[in-house]
């Protein structure tokens, strides 16, 4: 298919991510924990396992809360920055989809006009950044849509159309700017997440019965909270440029589309 | 295969996985050692159920989402298509058929060849001409005779359905953060079945049939999330019968 989406090498990336970091979560904290306990023996006299549980037990619940509101978060703000970017990219294929009752040459400057924006979005915009290259294709295709309303030129159905998007347009790239602002946290997440996850990994080195069975549900642990902290910090970073949909990347190919075909 | 099977063989593979690892594990591991494990390990196991239990709700409601979204665009993208259809024909836009007859095709398309293509992530370009032919016989049609208020609806019911269209292509395409939630849940999955191998009864039969049960259930949540989320796939995809039942002539 012509549309690449947005499942592409970042997707993969991200995935093969995951267990990468659990893995050395497990190795390392596993290990750290092994070699402390061939070092100094049995912690025993140091604390009680009781006393450990106790200590730890609600710094753990205050993590899954953490990581909990953190997922919600990115679920939140990624909804709001789709259904953003879907709107913008209906309005511009609605765009396309007008000109094809418009003359030949009226339509191949609306499109190329819609390709050349959503192409500095892509581009340009999809980090969160405002572009003034973008602001001013936006302008730009605008423009032409009123030209052709006013002027009554192609079908009364096409300047229905055209007039209706050439208004929502520009609220919609507002609207997608807002979205991606929602990412702009007062407080980088990582400061709160990873302190806290590596306080518990210390404090809750709770004791099993042998040197190798601690390491192993040690590592565990470390793999499961390292997971958990790497995909909630993922959601919630500045990763916005992974969300554009396909169906945007698509309008930017100015090979896409009805008007080419009907011309 | 039908869910059953579907059903049948992810609880086999789970029971499969879960006594494989437990023999691995019994026989290195000491009926001493095993008892000595269960109080420290079991508050860990604990600890770590809770952080698995809440990423498994988070992929359950975003798969739950993903199906009602991909339904919600369906819903729409035909409601529209069908109300563009009435608008054109009540309006004198489609005095020669054109509009109902694209219509018509597009849904059948969609139908026989696009909805293959979503289950692999992508969309049809048959599907996609044909939606394009419907987009230009209603910009198109001889606007002689027809009022301005069936131009202005038919126009906004067009851009409704291209939005829709977008909804659904998008949805089926999926997003770049699935694959991470995806691998992100198994491995939780996993570390979770792995603590159970080293926590639990003494006695083998026991300690089997838990972990087992655990597996089980563990893979059945996973097998939900995964047919919910995937609404164009697997044993129990939406059907495009609305799309079949497109008006035309």
Redesign the interface.
């Given at each position: 298919?012509?549309?690449d989406?947005?499942?592409?090498a970042?997707?993969?990336l991200?995935?093969?991510?995951?267990?990468a970091i659990?893995a050395t979560a497990f190795v390392v904290w596993g290990g750290v924990v092994l070699l402390m306990r061939n070092i100094l023996g049995d912690p025993t006299p140091l604390f009680s396992?009781a006393q450990s549980?106790a200590a730890f037990?609600w710094l753990?619940?205050v993590?899954?809360g953490l990581?909990?509101a953190t997922?919600?978060f990115g679920?939140v703000a990624?909804n709001a920055l789709?259904h953003a970017y879907?709107?913008e990219?209906?309005?511009l294929?609605?765009i396309r989809?007008?000109a094809?009752?418009l003359p030949a040459d009226e339509a191949w400057r609306l499109e190329r006009a819609v390709s050349t924006y959503a192409g500095d979005v892509v581009s340009a915009e999809a980090d969160g950044g405002i572009s003034a290259a973008a602001g001013v294709s936006l302008e730009l295709l605008v423009a032409i849509c009123r030209d052709v309303v006013e002027r009554g030129i192609?079908?009364?159905?096409?300047r229905?159309?055209l007039d209706?998007?050439s208004k929502l347009l520009p609220a919609t790239r507002q609207a997608r700017l807002s979205a991606i602002n929602r990412y702009s946290l007062p407080l980088p997440p990582g400061l709160v997440i990873v302190p806290l996850g590596l306080s518990l990994l210390m404090g809750?080195t709770?004791?099993?019965?042998?040197h190798v069975?601690d390491a192993?549900?040690?590592g565990?642990?470390a793999?499961?909270?390292a997971?958990?902290a790497?995909?909630a910090l993922?959601?919630v970073l500045p990763?916005a440029k992974?969300?554009v949909?396909?169906?945007l990347t698509g309008l930017a190919s100015p090979q896409h589309?009805?008007v080419k075909?009907?011309r | 295969m039908t869910l059953t099977t579907e059903f049948l063989l992810w609880m086999a593979g789970a029971a499969f996985w879960a006594i494989s690892g437990l023999i691995v594990v019994r026989y290195y591991?000491t009926d001493?050692?095993?008892?000595?494990?269960n109080?420290?390990?079991g508050?860990?196991?604990m600890?770590?159920a809770?952080?698995?239990a809440?990423?498994a709700a988070?992929v359950l409601v975003?798969a739950s989402d993903t199906r009602e979204s991909a339904a919600t665009a369906m819903a729409r993208e035909t409601a529209a298509l069908r109300a563009l259809v009435m608008v054109s024909n009540a309006g004198g836009?489609d005095g020669d058929g054109r509009i109902a007859a694209a219509v018509k095709h597009y849904g059948e398309a969609v139908a026989a060849d696009e909805w293959r293509?979503m289950a692999a992530?992508?969309?049809s370009?048959v599907a996609e001409?044909r939606f394009?032919?419907v987009?230009?016989a209603?910009?198109?049609?001889p606007?002689s005779l027809?009022s301005?208020l069936a131009?202005?609806m038919?126009?906004?019911l067009?851009?409704a359905a291209?939005?829709a269209r977008?909804?659904r292509?998008?949805v089926a395409?999926?997003?770049?953060?699935?694959?991470?939630?995806?691998?992100?849940v198994g491995?939780?999955a996993l570390?979770s079945i792995?603590?159970n191998w080293?926590l639990g009864s003494t006695s083998v039969f026991i300690h089997a049939v838990t972990t087992s049960m655990l597996t089980m259930t563990t893979a059945q949540m996973l097998h939900l999330a995964w047919a919910m989320g995937s609404p164009f796939a697997g044993t129990t995809p939406l059907s495009p019968h609305q799309f079949v039942a497109l008006p035309g002539l």
């Open positions: 298919m012509g549309l989406g947005p499942s592409g970042s997707s993969w991200l995935a093969a991510g995951v267990p659990g396992e549980g037990g753990e619940q993590f899954i990581i909990a997922l919600s679920w990624g789709e879907r709107a990219s209906s309005y294929s609605g989809a007008a094809s009752g192609g079908s009364p159905q096409t229905s159309t209706t998007l809750a709770l004791r099993t019965s042998g069975s192993v549900f040690n565990l642990h793999a499961g909270i997971i958990a790497t995909v993922a959601l990763t992974v969300a949909p396909a169906t589309g009805a075909e009907g | 591991l001493a050692e095993l008892a000595g494990n109080p420290g390990g508050v860990k196991y600890y770590f809770q952080v698995f809440g990423f988070f975003q836009l293509e992530g992508a969309h370009p001409r394009d032919a987009l230009r209603f910009h198109n049609a606007a027809s301005p131009a202005g038919g126009s906004q067009a851009v291209v939005a977008n909804q292509i998008d395409a999926g997003n770049a953060f699935n694959r991470m939630l995806w691998t992100a491995a939780l570390v792995a603590f080293a």
